[in-house]
């Protein structure tokens, strides 16, 4: 199926911890985004990425750190983690960025970190 | 910078009855405006969206928007609700590679 799927669904792990959530689209598309959805689910931008490029950073901890190996791929690193953290973090992708996008962005299910 | 205001944290409404989400913009040129639909423990599908031209967008499941660019606004509406439209519905504006999104409107539809 073409889609954007995230690894794991659900990260239960203790304060301080350091642990990645991956994200893959096979939808051709050349830009990725990541989004973190808190308890009240208001959902912020984190981070976008173009061809492999950061694009943005909103104010986010350096603990967070994304990589993309290639373009079809998003992963999200997290060091020493705090129980703030905890919430879901959604990953997405859109066929090309321009200013301001047109094109709708495509989510995955999510992945729900629990910061214990 | 861009934003989108959804007055309504919850609207109710009975199967059959026609339902309206509201969001307001604020946006400095021609406005780009998003619907989205979060299913629970889901991720985010998109519904509609306006970059121009007729006021009122169709789109998926039945749901269609009407642009109002004197009142600023970009309405969710449906003639006929179905219980399966309970979600939670964002309304969105875009920015350059970024999505800035309403704070949801949860949608509850009763039989």
């Known amino acids: 199926d073409t889609a954007v799927s995230q690894t794991p669904k659900y990260l239960v792990t203790q304060m301080g911890n350091d642990k990645s959530i991956k994200c893959e689209q096979n939808?051709?598309?050349?830009?990725m985004y990541w989004y973190k959805q808190d308890s009240k689910k208001f959902l912020k931008i984190m981070f976008s990425y173009n061809n492999k490029e950061l694009i943005i950073n909103e104010t986010v901890p350096n603990r967070f750190s994304p990589k993309s190996p290639d373009k079809a791929h998003l992963n999200l690193h997290i060091n020493s983690l705090e129980l703030g953290d905890s919430a879901v973090y959604f990953c997405a992708s859109s066929p090309s960025t321009s200013e301001p996008s047109y094109n709708e962005q495509f989510f995955g299910p999510g992945t729900r970190l629990t910061v214990l | 910078a861009q934003s989108v205001a959804q007055p309504e944290d919850q609207v109710n409404v009975a199967e059959g009855n026609p339902l309206t989400v509201k969001c307001t913009y604020s946006?400095?040129?021609?406005?780009?405006l998003f619907w989205y639909v979060q299913y629970p423990n889901r991720g985010l599908q998109f519904l509609l969206k306006?970059?121009?031209?007729?006021?009122l967008v169709k789109g998926s499941y039945g749901f269609e928007a009407e642009f109002n660019k004197s009142q600023t606004s970009f309405h969710l509406k449906k003639p006929s609700a179905l219980v399966s439209d309970s979600a939670l519905y964002f309304c969105?504006?875009?920015?350059?590679?970024?999505?800035?999104f309403g704070k949801g409107t949860m949608l509850l539809v009763s039989p």
């Open positions: 946006v400095s040129g021609n406005p780009y």
């Open positions: 939808l051709g598309h050349d830009t």
């Open positions: 306006y970059i121009t031209g007729d006021n």
């Open positions: 969105a504006v875009p920015g350059y590679s970024t999505l800035t």
